[in-house]
């Protein structure tokens, strides 16, 4: 009598099987290509985020509404595209802003290469960096963005710090002024209907937490105006000196980063 059993059937599709080829291909393909031969994993909402990250000291529901929503909603996504540059993602939900910064490698004989320039803030730039701080911290009315500051007391308080012995009032002003101007440009300050009137942006507690802000305004309060004044102990710095040299900290979030941007009007 002949077998009659039907074989066992391999229900294994071959890989070369075009109807396997055609679903990877669905798969792989999504709605996301915004031009020809766009591989891209992120939509155009988020791809504005990240581009807006890139470009920005931060992003922020005020100045980028659209942008800080794409960030909550893709915040992973986000941070793997920043991490594949070697960048970090910091979002602050509470005080709803999100900012980058450079990833520090754990080996000391080989770092990470940088997309961001390492400026750091002048002398005069810290200066107001710390009076903002203070003027926010003072400040119990609620919502973001409330505290209004002149230009002319901006000058009053950075001359409170300059040595007795400094004669060029117009050369340090000049300082300020352009103090202001990159502030402005880092959406620190932001600017109002008045050329001389900015709006602080709460960015500035993120830019100095307390512990900083203190570290800061004592050394400022101490050594800031003394002629022979050379090193900022108190916040890890390199050297400088009351006639504008560069101070820098050891902080990432004090890295004042290449951007694009002029700072925005408010009203």
């Given at each position: 009598m002949s077998d009659t059993t039907p074989a066992p059937v391999d229900e294994t599709v071959p890989f070369e099987d075009p109807t396997t080829v055609l679903q990877d291909d669905d798969r792989d393909e999504t709605s996301f290509a915004l031009f020809e031969g766009d591989e891209g994993r992120l939509d155009d909402r988020q791809r504005r985020a990240l581009v807006a990250l890139l470009r920005n000291a931060y992003v922020s529901a005020r100045t980028h509404a659209d942008e800080w929503r794409a960030v909550l909603d893709a915040e992973h996504q986000l941070r793997s595209r920043l991490n594949d540059l070697f960048l970090e993602l910091h979002v602050d939900r509470d005080r709803e802003v999100a900012w980058k910064r450079?990833?520090?490698?754990?080996?000391?004989?080989?770092?990470?290469?940088?997309?961001?320039?390492?400026?750091?803030?002048?002398?005069?730039?810290?200066?107001?960096?710390?009076?903002?701080?203070?003027?926010?911290?003072?400040?119990?009315?609620?919502?973001?963005?409330?505290?209004?500051?002149?230009?002319?007391?901006?000058?009053?308080?950075?001359?409170?710090?300059?040595?007795?012995?400094?004669?060029?009032?117009?050369?340090?002003?000049?300082?300020?002024?352009?103090?202001?101007?990159?502030?402005?440009?880092?959406?620190?300050?932001?600017?109002?209907?008045?050329?001389?009137?900015?709006?602080?942006?709460?960015?500035?507690?993120?830019?100095?937490?307390?512990?900083?802000?203190?570290?800061?305004?004592?050394w400022l309060r101490t050594n800031a105006a003394r002629p022979d004044a050379t090193t900022a102990d108190a916040t890890s710095a390199d050297a400088t000196t009351p006639d504008g040299e560069p101070i820098d900290g050891d902080d990432p979030r004090l890295q004042a980063d290449d951007t694009d941007d002029e700072g925005e009007t408010d009203a």
């Open positions: 450079q990833a520090r490698s754990e080996s000391q004989r080989r770092g990470f290469p940088t997309l961001l320039r390492d400026v750091p803030y002048t002398r005069e730039e810290t200066i107001v960096l710390v009076y903002l701080r203070m003027r926010l911290r003072a400040d119990t009315r609620p919502g973001p963005d409330q505290v209004v500051v002149d230009r002319s007391e901006i000058l009053g308080h950075v001359a409170g710090f300059r040595p007795a012995t400094a004669t060029d009032r117009t050369r340090d002003e000049g300082r300020v002024a352009k103090a202001i101007e990159r502030l402005v440009t880092a959406r620190i300050l932001v600017k109002t209907t008045d050329p001389d009137r900015f709006r602080v942006a709460s960015v500035v507690e993120v830019l100095l937490p307390l512990d900083r802000l203190l570290e800061l305004d004592t």
